[in-house]
Structure formats: C-alpha cells, structure tokens
C-alpha cells in the first residue's frame, strides 16, 4: 500500500513508518519537526540522541535498500497539506501529527490553545484535503483511552448501546476526558465521525494506552535508527520516568495512591495495530474505532514492578508517594474492552521482567543524559498558569510557536 504517516518523526510515527516500509509498503513521512522543539522550549532531551530526519533515512536506505518519502511542513498549513496528499497519493494516512502530552497542554493559556488548535485544525486539514483529492483514503487516526476517563462501568471500543424511556440506540461511548489535550481529541473524534457521515469517508480511530519500549526490529538495525525514550514529567511516560530514577537512585514518584490504572502496550504493537487497520480499512462512510492496548496496570502496580526488576538488577529502588497533581480519581474501576484488533490478527507482546530490564539498561547506558530536575511533576492541573523549574533557577519559559521552526 501506499501509506503516508504524519508525525512520522516522533516516538510512534517513526517506529511505525520503518515497521511499514519493512513490510514492503511505500512510505512518506510528513513532518514540520516542532516535537524536536518542544524539546527546547522546555530544556529537556531525550534519554536517546536521536540523529536528523534527513540523517536516519539516509542511513534507513543504506541499510536496507528502502527509501521513505520526506515531506517537509505542518499539516495545520492546508496547502502544504493538500498538495502533499495530491503528490503522493496514499491509499491510508496515519495520522500521528498532534501534540500528544496532557502535562504540556495544561501549562498555561497559551499551550491550551495551541494544542487544540494545532491538533483540531490539523485533523480538519486532512478531513478536507482527502474529501477533495483522495476520497477514498482510509484515515486512521491515533486517538487515546483518555477520551473515555474512567468511568465506573465497562469501556466499550467507542460505542455504547443505550436504552432510555422505552427505546434503544447505539450511541458514541460518554466522553470524559482529563486535560486540554485529551479534549482535543474527543474534538477530533467528533469532527472525524461527522465527515465520514457526510462526505463519506473511511476512518479508523485507534484509542490508544500508554506506549512502552523503544525497541523494535527495525530500530534494532543501527544505533542511528534509535527510537525516543523521554523520560521527563511533561512528555515522560509514567514506565520511562520510573526506569530513568531507577537508574540514578531516584526514588520512584508515584502520584497520590497510586491506583489510577490505564491499557498499555509495547511499541512492537502499536505499529502492528497501524498495519492491521490499515489492510483491513472501514467501509465508505464508517467511523470506526478500536480500543489499543494489551493490558492493563495502576501506576503502583508499574512501580513495585520496577522496583523488583531494578533490585534483582543490584539497584537501591524505593517507591515515594507525592501528592498528585492532575485532578483525577486515585482509585477507580477500570475494565475497558480491546479485543477488535486480536480478532483481526494482532499476537500482543505483553510487559515482562526481561522487557522492563532492558528499559532499565537503556536508562543505565544514557543516564548521563538524566536531569534530575526534570523528573518531579511542575504542572499543576489545578493552576492556570504553571512556572517551570530548570536546573536550581526558576525561569518563565517562553512559548515557542511551529512558525519559529
């Protein structure tokens, strides 16, 4: 297939888009690189050094033989987007292209906005840019299970059946999500569903978990194809943060009880999901959404996890308990459905001892690399303005926009 991965320079689209040209797709990759200067902006790294775009697939193409398109912009740009998509003609489009952090979008009113304008009007660009060039493009969207919050009933894969006064329907599961990114993707999932009513498209929505691993076959290749780890509180995954105090005698900060529990899965899957829904697209006019992930933790289940792993490795690991400062429940039910994608073919890799082991050595390889003062939570749900803390200075970080790229 010909398959263009938006965002195919972050964490996600970069792992997904070696996995499909390994498997003999063609491939572009759409990408303004403003994930690299958000870095910047908030005076982290990356645990890994990541190489340049243009230096990876160069080096992707020697190793292999395979060459992976480059378009150059920002999808919130619709003539750039546009006449990418008339270029290259994809028969899919992953779209992975959005500010992805909950921490991030509630710093202040301006990454507010900016996060749900750069996701929002992004995912309307291509809406529209595959209505009127590419109709029958199948668009799979990445979204998250944070859409859904945690309720205190079962989680269906988007839809719930409903009966109210004597009379049923299936209905869009209830929306309850937790930070201003979260909202703009309940945004996108609506603006999606809407045009696939209207115009007919082809959509796929993949609610994902909470990604973990950085190591995939193709990675694996050249320490030059070497995948993200980012480990600080603002773009950070909760596994990550933990294998990176882990590694320099940190101890594990869990946020309040520790009970909230989310579906997580390894890198390895997330890019077989994509294939999956990309050979088995929706029909004309459906939307469609599968619930991504192949199990399910609490935060204080990852850390005596870790906490194990890491002492039977010769490491001094305690677990501290910090007051939390999302706004969320710190104990709750959680069952959410997730057996779509299994049923089309997906074999899950699930989180062993051996896994976190490795993730614990890639933090031991890089620690160097490691700020400790990026580790502990400096955004505050509850603030409407959060200050960042850098090093032992307490600086106002200025907001860099896409256009200074």
Not at 44 to 52: A, D, F, G, K
Not at 64 to 75: A, Q, W
Not at 138 to 159: A, C, F, Q, R, S
Not at 186 to 199: G, L, Q
Request: glycine fraction near 8%; hydrophobic fraction near 40%.
């Amino acid at each position: 297939m010909r398959i263009a991965v938006l965002g195919g320079d972050g964490f996600c689209g970069w792992a997904t888009a070696l996995y499909l040209a390994s498997k003999g797709h063609s491939v572009a990759i759409i990408d303004n690189f403003v994930r690299r200067l958000w870095d910047h902006e908030l005076g982290v790294q990356t645990l890994t050094p990541i190489r340049p775009l243009s230096e990876r697939l160069n080096v992707w193409h020697q190793l292999t033989g395979k060459t992976i398109e480059l378009f150059v912009g920002d999808v919130c740009d619709y003539d750039f987007l546009s006449s990418t998509i008339r270029s290259f003609e994809p028969e899919a489009v992953v779209h992975f292209a959005e500010q992805r952090s909950a921490p991030y979008s509630m710093i202040d009113h301006k990454h507010a906005v900016f996060t749900q304008v750069n996701n929002v009007v992004g995912t309307l660009n291509l809406l529209f840019a595959v209505r009127e060039i590419q109709p029958d493009c199948h668009i799979v969207k990445l979204g998250t299970m944070g859409e859904y919050g945690t309720p205190n009933i079962d989680i269906e894969e988007g839809y719930l059946t409903v009966e109210h006064n004597g009379r049923k329907d299936v209905l869009p599961y209830p929306k309850q999500p937790g930070s201003f990114y979260h909202l703009s993707k309940v945004h996108d999932s609506h603006n999606i569903m809407f045009t696939c009513k209207v115009w007919g498209l082809r959509a796929t929505d993949l609610n994902q978990g909470v990604v973990y691993g950085t190591v995939t076959d193709e990675v694996m290749i050249d320490e030059a194809l070497i995948n993200r780890f980012d480990y600080d509180e603002v773009f950070g995954t909760v596994l990550n943060r933990f294998c990176a105090q882990a590694a320099i005698g940190c101890p594990l900060m869990v946020y309040g009880r520790g009970g909230q529990t989310r579906g997580f899965l390894d890198i390895r899957d997330t890019v077989r999901c994509v294939e999956i829904a990309c050979l088995n697209p929706a029909d004309r006019g459906e939307f469609r959404v599968f619930n991504q992930f192949t199990e399910q933790f609490s935060v204080l289940q990852l850390a005596e996890i870790v906490k194990r792993v890491g002492e039977q490795m010769g490491l001094p690991v305690e677990i501290d308990h910090i007051p939390d400062p999302r706004v969320e429940a710190e104990s709750h039910y959680y069952n959410a459905k997730h057996s779509s994608l299994e049923n089309l073919g997906l074999k899950p890799h699930l989180l062993s001892d051996s896994l976190v082991g490795s993730l614990i050595n890639i933090a031991l390889r890089y620690q160097d690399r490691i700020d400790p003062a990026l580790l502990a939570p400096q955004v505050n749900w509850r603030h409407a303005r959060n200050e960042r803390r850098i090093g032992n200075d307490k600086l106002k970080q200025p907001f860099i926009t896409k256009e200074t790229v």
